[in-house]
């Protein structure tokens, strides 16, 4: 679905991401681990098309467009870092701002009732100013926006920061339902373990390069993720 090829990232001279190759199978969570600083983020930005890149990336057999209103519209849309919602709107007009490229309207009201089924607490707030919103109800309104672009690629990016153990559980189990919706899901995590505990296959990045990959069980098991990433031995 989506492949990523010799991608560089930088920022001035910065090297963020050195020549990295990822893969993303329809259907799949594939999730990249790292420390802060590792590139995860940068590796996001450049899919979405936020930051400039070298390399080649194809989705669906073809060249990624370059604009992101045309990434977005070839189906793939992000879930950023900080949510990013916008504060002074309602529930309801953050959605509906999730689902602007589109004009199929009872499409968009079935994938609004679809998000209102998948996260309760957004149906009972929706007219509830967005900036009153608790930290979770944030993040939940965000992946709901992110999903009414329609989208067939979700880029999560830190889903789980600052939240408290119990609602990172819950954002967890949203992710796992989202993939059983049929959507595929490229996640960035630090918590390593809901991570890898959700995911099909992983990446490990450490200062823009991949250092380890495979089926996300295995990482799981592997004693030096394990004590690098779960405090574990």
């Known amino acids: ?12 001279g910065i ?14 969570i594939v999730t990249i681990i790292g420390s802060n600083g590792a590139g995860k983020s940068s590796l996001l930005n450049a899919v979405s098309g936020m930051v400039r890149y070298q390399g080649e990336m194809e989705y669906e057999g073809q060249q990624l467009p370059s604009q992101p209103h045309n990434i977005v519209k070839a189906g ?12 002074n709107l309602t529930v309801l007009e953050n959605l509906k701002m999730g689902a602007y490229l589109r004009n199929d309207a009872k499409e968009i ?11 309760p607490r957004l149906a009972e707030r929706k007219k509830q100013i ?6 979770g109800e944030q993040q939940m309104l965000a992946m709901g926006r992110g999903l009414m672009s329609s989208p067939e690629l979700i880029l999560l990016d830190e889903p789980s920061l600052g939240l408290a153990p119990m609602l990172i559980t819950t954002i ?11 959507k595929t899901i490229l996640l ?40 690098a990433y779960l405090g574990r031995k």
């Open 172 to 182: 967890f189990e949203i992710i796992s339902e989202i993939k059983a919706m049929g």
């Open 109 to 119: 009201e079935r994938d609004l009732e679809r998000v209102y089924s998948l996260f």
């Open 15 to 28: 090297h963020a991401i050195r020549g990295i190759d990822i893969d993303v199978e329809r259907g799949e």
């Open 76 to 87: 793939i849309c992000q879930v950023p870092e900080g949510r990013l919602i916008f504060a």
């Open 188 to 227: 960035v995590e630090q918590n390593a373990f809901k991570a890898l505990a959700v995911a099909d296959r992983a990446y490990v990045l450490e200062q823009g390069i991949i250092t380890a990959s495979g089926p996300a069980s295995e990482l799981l098991r592997d004693s030096r993720i394990r004590e």
């Open 130 to 135: 967005a900036g009153t919103l608790s930290g």
């Open 1 to 12: 679905m989506l492949k990523v090829r010799n991608l560089n990232v930088s920022y001035g």
